[in-house]
């Protein structure tokens, strides 16, 4: 790691190895290194320009591993200029999926087209991001990539409107994983499940027996609409089930 009090001095000499080609070892060694560099509040203009300088030429490196190491260096800076994150965003993904996790400096149409360009691992990446509206939350579930739906629900920091969340349990519903993702998640709202009172299709009344923990034998296509509406309506005020132990 640099000493603060000698920054400007060791990012003039790593500027100037760059220049004259530094080694692959120690290319990697660098990007390594700089992220803490960059991120030092105390560094005046021209000291933060340099850092970029060489952020910027690292980021364009033809070694895999040392734009790899960057971008794992750099991703969460605050200070990363939005076109070098966006270049990272969009390279291989052992390089961009850091960026796609943690970066602050992308932007939602960014993101948006990530997203529509489905690469899964990269919309997977986006759906692991601690904050995502819920346009963003809506597009990943329509982008058909089952890992990031899971992703996403496991994301407590993922805003999922009720909509999107019905939309999960009505066309992803029949997944096991994303079944548990979703009870995970905790107590569907009440406006979730009156929408999935109007839906009879068979494996959402099989998730709503696991929701509610209620006999196999209660539940059947013809009367879940009736179930779900009963098992609303008595959720709050009636002592025949407990979400534990069952139907008591």
Known sequence: MFKSVNVAQN????????????????RIALAQDIGDTLNQEELN????????????KLVEDEIEEVRAAIAQSVAGS?????????????????????VLKLSPVLEEKFLEE????RETEKVRAVAARDQLTQNLS????????????????????????N??????????????????AV??????????????CELVEIHVVTFVQRYFNLPEHIINVQKGRNLLKNVKEKRHSSDWWDTKKGAV
């Open 78 to 98: 605050p200070h990363l200029p939005s076109n070098i994150a966006k270049k990272m965003a969009r390279d291989i993904h052992q390089v961009a999926i850091p």
């Open 11 to 26: 990012l003039a000499k790593r500027a100037q190895s760059l220049r004259e080609r530094m080694n692959e070892k120690h």
């Open 163 to 180: 909509q999107t969340l019905t939309t999960i349990i009505r066309v992803y519903g029949d997944d096991r994983h994303i079944e548990k």
């Open 183 to 196: 009870l995970d998640r905790g107590q569907l709202p009440d406006e979730v499940v009156n929408a999935l």
């Open 114 to 117: 990530i997203i529509a360009n």
């Open 138 to 161: 809506r597009r990943i579930v329509a982008s058909g990539k089952k890992g990031a739906v899971v992703e996403l629900l496991r994301n407590q920091g993922a805003d999922i409107s």
């Open 45 to 56: 203009v021209s000291e933060r320009s340099l850092a970029l300088e060489i952020v910027a």
